[in-house]
């Protein structure tokens, strides 16, 4: 199933009514914002979205790029953790990245605050959405691209839990927006997880 196109004020309307901060106080503040589609939580592809909302003299700006927000099907069927392979589930997240090194390779958004992850531990290649959450975890649970050329089809050991984009174009332009951020607002970015059945 292909993810519906949204709107800056679809996603600013849907994070407000679930109580969630949306930031509009000044160009470029922007909003990271993941949405997971929970038609097909089997799949090992890029059928997911990363979105990221802010203004720009006014206008109100809603880019969208295909990512991944599930780990790939390699580690929901060998768990890098012994308690299992880490989801994040869905929710607000204040804070959970900054500006820094994705294991010490490229600039990337990485975990900087501890959080409560699912541990899938039942090694298949379903999602276990409903699996039991642990303590709070600094995993280095990061926002990154996959291939560094072009664009991925495939997850597979892209991700081990962490949020990633399919091509790295939209990711080079993530990274420009960020730093900016970082330098004007703080090096420290929230992260919202939707599912696909808010918007429907």
């Given at each position: 199933?292909?993810?519906?196109?949204?709107?800056?004020?679809?996603?600013?309307?849907?994070s407000?009514?679930?109580?969630?901060?949306?930031?509009?106080?000044g160009?470029?503040?922007?909003?990271?914002?993941?949405?997971r589609?929970?038609?097909?939580?089997?799949?090992?592809?890029f059928?997911d979205?990363?979105?990221?909302?802010?203004?720009?003299?006014?206008?109100?700006?809603l880019?969208?790029y295909?990512?991944?927000?599930?780990?790939?099907?390699?580690?929901?069927?060998?768990?890098?953790?012994?308690?299992?392979?880490?989801?994040?589930?869905?929710?607000?997240?204040?804070?959970?990245?900054?500006?820094?090194?994705?294991?010490?390779?490229?600039?990337?958004l990485?975990?900087?605050?501890?959080?409560?992850?699912?541990?899938?531990?039942?090694?298949?290649?379903?999602?276990?959405?409903?699996?039991?959450t642990?303590?709070?975890?600094?995993?280095?649970?990061?926002?990154?691209?996959?291939?560094?050329?072009g664009?991925?089809?495939?997850?597979?050991?892209w991700?081990?839990?962490?949020?990633?984009l399919?091509?790295n174009?939209?990711?080079?332009?993530?990274?420009?927006?960020?730093?900016?951020?970082?330098?004007?607002?703080?090096?420290?970015?929230?992260?919202?997880?939707f599912?696909?059945?808010?918007?429907?």
């Amino acid at each position: 199933m292909q993810l519906p196109h949204l709107s800056y004020e679809a996603v600013k309307q849907i994070s407000r009514a679930k109580g969630y901060n949306f930031f509009e106080n000044g160009d470029y503040n922007i909003n990271l914002i993941g949405i997971r589609n929970m038609r097909d939580v089997q799949a090992n592809t890029f059928n997911d979205l990363f979105c990221i909302a802010f203004t720009k003299n006014g206008e109100q700006i809603l880019l969208q790029y295909p990512c991944t927000t599930d780990p790939g099907t390699y580690y929901r069927l060998n768990p890098a953790n012994m308690q299992g392979t880490a989801i994040l589930p869905a929710g607000q997240y204040f804070g959970l990245w900054k500006v820094g090194m994705h294991q010490g390779k490229y600039e990337a958004l990485v975990q900087r605050l501890p959080t409560v992850v699912i541990r899938d531990n039942n090694r298949d290649a379903n999602l276990d959405l409903n699996a039991r959450t642990g303590v709070r975890e600094l995993i280095g649970l990061n926002c990154h691209r996959a291939s560094a050329t072009g664009t991925s089809k495939q997850v597979d050991k892209w991700s081990a839990g962490c949020q990633v984009l399919a091509n790295n174009a939209d990711f080079d332009q993530l990274m420009k927006l960020a730093n900016y951020a970082a330098k004007h607002y703080g090096n420290g970015f929230t992260y919202t997880l939707f599912e696909s059945t808010d918007f429907e």
